[in-house]
Structure formats: structure tokens, C-alpha cells
């Protein structure tokens, strides 16, 4: 078996923005110039995929289709622990063409033994995928988002698929409307997140879990760069362009940042965790693997 971390990203051949399901996507700013976005969204995506291959992972990149844009953001696919794929289901009609393209690339990982097992959401509910649900390995546990697009009943549907400790937390906005735009556990414990994004009781579950020591708060400034949708891989954190403050506290947290240019996706809402999924993650101790 592959040791190293293992992602799944999309070609971004055919990202654009042409339609509007959150207040961030800009299809206007898209339309002024879209060969320059196209261009750079292209250089943005083979610079996140370096960025990761230079931090000791692997990545499959499947193809882009023509009409779904949204494409790119495979982090709203499905949630994936212990080989287990759970496949999403969308809000919005925009994103639904995406389900039979990624169900189909889940079959051919599973067919080379890259994942395990394709399980699918029951009927009525709607789950993003792990933008909604995030895997805390120091914690052992899932937090997961609900409100603006996944459904509070996917919760009860993830705890029994997968046998873990679901936190639900509910989002306040829209702005902040997939927890992976608000929320990022890092390694040794420490979480990234953006208190406004969350209402009371969520928050209150958060701080119940994370003691002060271990929470870096970003400010509207951090959280509106996209900076909190990070990728984690040990002490790197692989991000959007951060504004120095939070350059500042994560290196101040013992962390090293490593910088991409994401802007043409920032215009649809999304930045480096949502266009990745990590296929790996497992659910037992490193000790027990090694067993
Ligand atoms: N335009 C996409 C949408 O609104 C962006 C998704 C970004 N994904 C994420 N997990 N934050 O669905």
C-alpha cells in the first residue's frame, strides 16, 4: 500500500463561474475576462497539486466535464474514512450533475483498490461531502456542518455509516456556508476556525472540545481570503494567499505555510481544502496500523 497521503483533485479544464449559489461567486468578474481566469485558474490548480506533491503526497486527478464547473471542489463528493465512501448528495440543482460523474470515478478507486466500499445517502437528505464534514485525527472524531447546504439529518446517517463521534455544528451564514470554509483541525490539535461563521451552541461545542491554548482565531480579514480552507499536512499548511497576520500566528503555532494563488476560485467560493479530498484517512491509531 501507498504510504503517503493520498488526494483526489479534478482537472480545472473546465472551471468557470457562471452561476451564483453563494454570495462569494462572482460570474460577472468571470465574464470581464475569461481566458485570463481560465489561465490562471489552471496555473492556481497545478501549483495546489505541486504544493502537495512537494509535501509528500500523491494525487489522482480525474477529468473536468464541460457544464460543471463545480467540478473542481471534490472535497463536496463524498465523505471518505477507513475506505468507506459516502457518497454526497447536493443542494442546489447546479451541483447535482456532479453525483453520477464522481460516483463513477469512486467505482474506478475502488476497482484499483484506492478505496473500499461506495455507500449512498438515504433518500431527502442533502450532504456536501467532507466540506461539511471534517475528520479530526487528534480528536478521533467528525465535525460536521449543517445549514446552508447540508441537511442536520446526514448527521445521524454519518455516525452509523462510519461508527464515530459526529459534532454537529450549525452555520450561522451563508457567507460561511461549508464548515471547510470556517473550520480546519491541524495536526498536534491545534483548529484554524472563524468564530462569527457559527451560531452559539456550535461555537460553545467547539471551544467544549478545543481548550483556548489550541485555538487560532482568524479574523473577518483571513477568513474572507479563504485562508481558513486550508490543507493540513503536518506542519504545513498549504492555503490561498494569507494576509500576514495569519502567517504571523501560524508560525507563531509552530506551523510553515506554503502560499498559492487561488483567486479565479475564491470568485466561485472555494480555495485549497475544498479542491482536494483526502482518500486515506483512517479511523485507528498509527499503532494499530503498524500491528
Ligand atoms: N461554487 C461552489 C459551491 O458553491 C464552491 C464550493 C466550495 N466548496 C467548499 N467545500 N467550500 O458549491
Not at 480525474?62 to 471534490?74: E, N, S, Y
Not at 476497482?111 to 456536501?128: A, Q
Request: with cysteine.
Amino acid at each position: 500500500m501507498d504510504p503517503r497521503p493520498q488526494f483526489l483533485m479534478t482537472d480545472a479544464g473546465h472551471f468557470d463561474v457562471c452561476y451564483q449559489i453563494n454570495p462569494w461567486m462572482q460570474p460577472t468578474a468571470w465574464r470581464a475576462d475569461p481566458a485570463a481566469c481560465k489561465a490562471a485558474a489552471q496555473a492556481g490548480s497545478a501549483q495546489l497539486k505541486a504544493a502537495l506533491q512537494a509535501a509528500g503526497a500523491h494525487v489522482e486527478t480525474i477529468g473536468g466535464v464541460r457544464g460543471l464547473p463545480d467540478l473542481v471542489f471534490p472535497a463536496n463528493a463524498a465523505v471518505v474514512l477507513d475506505g468507506r465512501v459516502l457518497l454526497a448528495r447536493f443542494r442546489y440543482p447546479e451541483r447535482q450533475g456532479e453525483e453520477a460523474v464522481f460516483r463513477s470515478a469512486f467505482e474506478k478507486l475502488r476497482k484499483r483498490g484506492l478505496v473500499e466500499e461506495l455507500v449512498d445517502l438515504p433518500e431527502g437528505l442533502f450532504h456536501e461531502g467532507a466540506g461539511d464534514c471534517i475528520w479530526d485525527k487528534d480528536r478521533k472524531l467528525f465535525w460536521a456542518g449543517y445549514g446552508p447546504r447540508s441537511s442536520h439529518g446526514a448527521l445521524a446517517v454519518i455516525r452509523r455509516v462510519f461508527g464515530q463521534e459526529v459534532v454537529p455544528l450549525e452555520l450561522a451564514s451563508d457567507r460561511f456556508y461549508h464548515l471547510d470554509t470556517c473550520f480546519c483541525p491541524l495536526a498536534g490539535g491545534k483548529v484554524l476556525y472563524y468564530p462569527a461563521a457559527f451560531t452559539a451552541p456550535a461555537l460553545a461545542a467547539i471551544r467544549a472540545r478545543v481548550p483556548e491554548a489550541q485555538r487560532i482565531e482568524a479574523s473577518d480579514e483571513e477568513a474572507a481570503a479563504f485562508c481558513v480552507n486550508a490543507v493540513n499536512l503536518d506542519a504545513k499548511v498549504i492555503m490561498a494567499r494569507a494576509p500576514a497576520s495569519l502567517r504571523a500566528k501560524l508560525r507563531a503555532g509552530g506551523y510553515t505555510l506554503v502560499e498559492v494563488d487561488l483567486d479565479p476560485f475564491i470568485l466561485s467560493g472555494g480555495a485549497a481544502y475544498c479542491m482536494t479530498l483526502r482518500l486515506d484517512r483512517t479511523s485507528a491509531p498509527a499503532a494499530a496500523i503498524l500491528a
